[in-house]
């Protein structure tokens, strides 16, 4: 069959789609990835995976109108020129615009794949709640002929149905993209100093203020413990400027070790790694420092709350509660013999509930694509 896959990232092609496009071209299929343009080597990389790429306009924040006129126009040329079996969309614009797109395309099994609900879902009031109503109302026509819709947690599920986006019978669910446990091996090895580690875009709902607090509350009983972020910055109109976060980090509060394109060293060199988000689908940061064996810290939100068993391989706290997030990063320094145990659990939980292996033998079930 020829599968399209789209998103808006190229870099998510690989980065969270490069195992399942994989697979796909390993079950027989003709697979063609559509995104954002993107660089040389990355198209190379992914012709040497076997799929093809094309690329399209798509801006991936902001509501401008010219803008994701064209981005529709775009998909419906690509999707009548490519005139695939399956089309399943990721992210927002590419689901809504996608799903517009198709709807005169009945032939087409059309999968939109929700991996959080985002920023316009989580603002309240005013020309903030007009924009919650405005995207509810484009996900309820973009997916009104959609064959399914998967999800990565049953919170944001549950949003969905009960907003009457899409009836509870075409909805599926899976664990998040997975985590690739040979990629992120398992590190027994603790640093001899307690350093938290927290990753991710630059946005205020990743929660990164309630983790500078929480570090600089920490300090004033713990001044020698470690608390490092990473991660680039973001357009999003949430985004948080970067010289707020040097400026927590000129404070002494936070180590701000810019962006990365491997992760891997920083994992291994922390003690505890913390998510303190807002709302996430399946935090992959969290699933990778599961993986190299770390305990976790995160927040009480869907899509965080599946990754812990409170008291095993970590800890819950209420969502933008600082203070409560100082309070567990104290118990961790205070109880370091706890690290490794909770790191074992840790990697147990990833082996069982996340391998991307797992994962993508379900999502591909679901996309009626396995041989």
Request: charge should be positive.
């Given at each position: 069959m020829r599968v399209v896959i789209v998103g808006a990232l190229p870099e998510s092609l690989l980065n969270f789609r490069g195992e399942l496009l994989s697979e796909l071209v390993s079950e027989g299929h003709e697979v063609i990835a559509l995104a954002n343009k993107a660089t040389p080597a990355l198209v190379s990389s992914l012709k040497d995976s076997g799929v093809c790429f094309n690329s399209f306009p798509v801006q991936r924040?902001?509501?401008?109108?010219?803008?994701?006129?064209?981005?529709?126009?775009?998909?419906?040329?690509?999707?009548?020129?490519?005139?695939?079996?399956?089309?399943?969309?990721?992210?927002?614009?590419?689901?809504?615009?996608?799903?517009?797109?198709?709807?005169?395309?009945?032939?087409?099994?059309?999968?939109?794949?929700?991996?959080?609900?985002?920023?316009?879902?989580?603002?309240?009031?005013?020309?903030?709640?007009?924009?919650?109503?405005?995207?509810?109302?484009?996900?309820?026509?973009?997916?009104?002929?959609?064959?399914g819709v998967i999800f990565q947690n049953r919170d944001?599920?549950?949003?969905?149905?009960?907003?009457?986006?899409?009836?509870?019978?075409?909805?599926?669910?899976?664990?998040?993209?997975?985590v690739n446990l040979t990629h992120f091996k398992q590190k027994s090895i603790f640093p001899e100093g307690c350093v938290f580690l927290t990753l991710g875009r630059l946005l205020g709902d990743k929660g990164f203020r309630e983790y500078a607090t929480a570090a600089a509350l920490v300090k004033k009983r713990y001044p020698d413990v470690v608390f490092k972020l990473v991660g680039p910055n973001d357009p999003s109109p949430d985004s948080i400027p970067v010289n707020e976060v040097q400026s927590w980090h000129e404070k002494g509060w936070i180590e701000y070790c810019g962006a990365t394109n491997d992760v891997r060293p920083f994992l291994e060199e922390?003690?505890?790694?913390?998510?303190?988000?807002?709302?996430?689908?399946?935090?992959?940061?969290?699933?990778?420092?599961?993986?190299?064996?770390?305990p976790i810290l995160t927040t009480d939100v869907p899509g965080c709350r599946e990754t812990v068993d409170p008291g095993e391989n970590g800890f819950l706290v209420p969502k933008a509660d600082a203070e409560a997030l100082a309070e567990r990063m104290i118990w961790f320094i205070e109880n370091s013999d706890k690290w490794k145990t909770m790191g074992i659990k840790s990697r147990e939980i990833a082996e069982e509930r996340f391998d991307v292996r797992k994962v993508n033998d379900k999502l591909i079930s679901i996309l009626g694509l396995k041989g």
């Open positions: 924040n902001g509501m401008n109108p010219l803008q994701d006129l064209k981005t529709f126009l775009a998909l419906r040329r690509k999707f009548h020129d490519l005139n695939p079996d399956v089309v399943m969309a990721y992210t927002i614009k590419p689901i809504i615009w996608g799903g517009f797109a198709l709807r005169n395309m009945s032939h087409v099994r059309f999968y939109a794949l929700i991996t959080g609900l985002g920023f316009a879902f989580h603002i309240k009031g005013g020309l903030c709640g007009l924009l919650t109503k405005v995207v509810i109302t484009l996900y309820k026509a973009a997916l009104v002929r959609a064959s944001n599920q549950n949003e969905f149905v009960q907003h009457k986006i899409i009836p509870e019978s075409r909805c599926s669910i899976v664990n998040g993209s997975g922390c003690s505890v790694f913390v998510l303190a988000s807002y709302h996430e689908g399946m935090p992959r940061t969290v699933l990778e420092a599961m993986s190299v064996g770390r």
